[in-house]
């Protein structure tokens, strides 16, 4: 497990060399969802999305975006071990492009929702806590923000806000 962390920290030190291109936010979370579709169905986690009608088109490295949502949405899927549910929505407004992932999962302690963006801070038995720290790296990367909020109805919900002036009609 050691030689595990080293080499996650290791990695973390810096990011690959990014390419950040216009991408479709929209077909990188169905990538995400289908990629990891064998987990949430075996887990019988029901996966929403309401997408912005229009498309949300992201300056951001693809693959980077990719790995941090994969990151996210992982996490979602360990919470929720007996069932529950991931939603994605993406909003369009002047000052930014929002995508909003929900969870049905426990969430975390309020007193501890600061941390969880912090190197090798976790709650499962075999993580690293590295998963949240590159993810927040690779958004802030982009020039966009991440921010978790414990919801009222529980679980955890994360809102990526990209810069505005990325989205066109396509």
């Not at 229009?54 to 996490?75: E, K, T, Y």
Request: with cysteine; aromatic share 6%; charged share 20%.
């Amino acid at each position: 497990r050691m030689e595990r962390i080293l080499s996650d920290v290791l990695k973390t030190t810096k990011l690959p060399h990014s390419q950040p291109t216009l991408c479709d936010l929209h077909a990188l979370v169905d990538e995400v969802i289908s990629l990891l579709s064998f987990s949430t169905e075996e887990r019988a986690i029901e996966v929403r999305c309401q997408y912005a009608e229009r498309h949300a088109m992201v300056f951001a490295d693809p693959v980077l975006l990719r790995q941090a949502l994969h990151n996210i949405v992982s996490n979602s899927i360990q919470a929720q071990p007996n069932g529950g549910m991931i939603e994605f929505r993406t909003q369009l407004d002047p000052e930014s492009i929002q995508l909003t992932i929900s969870d049905a999962g426990p969430g975390v302690e309020p007193s501890r929702l600061t941390e969880i963006f912090k190197p090798f801070y976790t709650t499962k038995t075999d993580g690293t806590g590295l998963g949240l720290f590159l993810t927040k790296r690779i958004i802030n990367s982009f020039n966009a923000q991440i921010t978790p909020i414990l919801p009222d109805t529980g679980g955890l919900r994360f809102v990526i806000a990209f810069p505005s002036g990325q989205d066109r009609e396509e």
